[in-house]
């Protein structure tokens, strides 16, 4: 089982989130699994793609590129409040003058992982649909890897502005790394499908039906208590979603294609040139 280093990449974050519903999917049907981090949202992709892992927890983006190459399905989405979507932000210091996207001309940008959609393409998109070019109209690119790293390089100064989902941005203030109270929202995403649990497509047909099934009804097992059913960030869920449809990727598609890989390799130029 490989995961996106959504919120770090560290053994003790984005591993906790995922390991109480796979327990409970252990207790279920007896399977074990053997959680690990990749260190970036490629090397995730890379890995399903090289047979090195059955299962992953991709962003929406780096799903969609797996999916392409046809080595990846969908397994399960979280389910919250009758739905499963997430969305993407932009934040800046309470104090700060930024209030909307167009006041970002002349500003530092933290941005995650560049196969993210919530803590980089969504929100590189905003940018465009608001006419301006992150390239020339940022006066600084930072790539930090992961939403919470993101999140940090706002905080400590370093940045104007930070890139990640709201769901990052909601953990970390429950675990005291951010608070509410110095942050806003200077911009906010349309829905975005929740990040998928995805399948090995070269995994045995029973077995890709087993762990349907399993995800399916793993809220209303005896035995499985709410607490363990988790989602992106960590975050409690009603339960999962293994009937949810590939078209609902189709959004992440079409923000994915406004990143032409020109655009995409002068932005991580700029990014190294800091």
Sequence with gaps: ?????????????????????FNAITRTTGLQFDLKVGQSYGAVVEGMCHQLADIAFFGPVAYVQAHKRGCAQL??????????????????????????????????????????ASSFTFQIAMLLDAGMDPVKDLSAIRMTGSH???????????????????DSYDKAVREGAADPKTIKVVAKS???????????TQLPDGLKTQLKNA???????????????????????????????????NVAAEKLALLTDDLKGEILKKAAAR
């Design 148 to 166: 919470a790293s993101s999140l940090a390089a706002l905080v400590q100064d370093q940045v104007d502005v930070a890139s990640l989902s709201f």
């Design 75 to 116: 397994l399960a989405v979280g389910v919250e409040k009758g739905a499963s979507i997430y969305y993407a932000g932009m934040f800046a210091k309470a104090d700060s003058p930024i209030a909307s996207i167009k006041d970002l001309k002349g500003k530092r940008v933290a941005f995650g992982d560049v196969n993210s």
């Design 1 to 21: 089982m490989l995961l996106i280093p959504a919120d770090g990449g560290t053994e003790s974050g984005t591993k906790a989130d995922y390991a109480p519903v």
């Design 190 to 200: 349309i829905a975005i499908p929740y990040p998928p649990l995805a399948l090995n």
């Design 215 to 249: 995800f399916q009804t793993v809220n209303k097992v005896p035995g499985v208590t709410p607490d363990m059913i988790r989602g992106y960030g960590g975050g409690k869920i009603d339960g999962y979603d293994t009937k949810f449809s590939e078209e609902e990727f």
